[in-house]
């Protein structure tokens, strides 16, 4: 499993209210992912991180922030989870060169009431 | 970035059969093209990838050919058992779009 944790993996919130996934890797790996995955669309990437303090957009970014103070952890927050945002979310990690040899961890099921 | 469209969406087989998916490429750059599974409820997995100065690589079932050429690759899984059902994914490395990928479902 490459040493990929996610917490929570199960979480209910309220519209309005702030949200962060934590993605914990023990690899040392560089790059790091936020996916999130909605039936039809497969996974369609949120952000990605470089490096500590180093991220970027994806795909699917509005309505969401992102932090990497450690190499270790990943942060996904949503300042003001809509309903829209109801999704499983991964975070994965490359071995090596950003995009290759991407291993994920087990998911967070988000779910927005 | 590279454009990948992947082939068929769907696919049904009968257990014991060969299964074959394809993905075409647009960016002749491209050199690395990986093969993911996911199964139902589950993470997805690397099961196979091969660079572009490689044309076949093969690993017990499972196969991916690259035809630097035409511009594609193709994952091919042979004597297909029910636990081969899943989703499977090509996605473009260049910005990491997965797409829905091509469900596959094998009927026992």
């Known amino acids: 499993d490459a040493g990929i944790t996610q917490s929570p993996r199960h979480k209910v919130t309220e519209t309005g209210t702030p949200v962060t996934l934590r993605c914990h890797q023990t690899e040392n790996h560089r790059y790091m992912y936020w996916y999130r995955q909605d039936p039809g669309h497969g996974l369609r990437l949120i952000h990605y991180s470089y490096g500590v303090k180093d991220t970027d957009k994806g795909e699917v970014s509005d309505g969401y922030s992102v932090s990497r103070s450690k190499t270790e952890d990943f942060l996904l927050t949503l300042e003001s989870a809509t309903s829209s945002q109801t999704s499983v979310y991964f975070c994965?990690?490359?071995?090596?060169?950003?995009?290759?040899?991407?291993?994920f961890g087990p998911g967070t099921r988000l779910t927005v009431t | 970035g590279e454009n990948v469209e992947q082939h068929p969406s769907t696919l049904s087989v009968q257990e014991g059969d060969s299964a074959v998916i394809k993905c075409t490429y647009s960016?002749?750059?491209?050199?690395?093209f990986p093969w993911y599974k996911q199964e139902l409820g589950k993470r997805p997995q690397l099961i196979i990838d091969?660079?572009?100065?490689?044309g076949e690589k093969k690993d017990q079932r499972i196969a991916v050919t690259l035809n630097k050429t035409a511009k594609h690759f193709s994952l091919h899984i042979t004597e297909t058992q029910p636990e081969d059902s899943a989703v499977y994914f090509c996605?473009?490395?260049?910005?990491?779009?997965f797409g829905a990928g091509t469900r596959l479902t094998v009927k026992p």
């Open positions: 091969i660079r572009s100065n490689v």
């Open positions: 994965a990690i490359s071995h090596g060169t950003s995009g290759y040899e991407q291993y």
């Open positions: 960016d002749s750059a491209s050199n690395y």
């Open positions: 996605p473009r490395v260049g910005d990491m779009r």
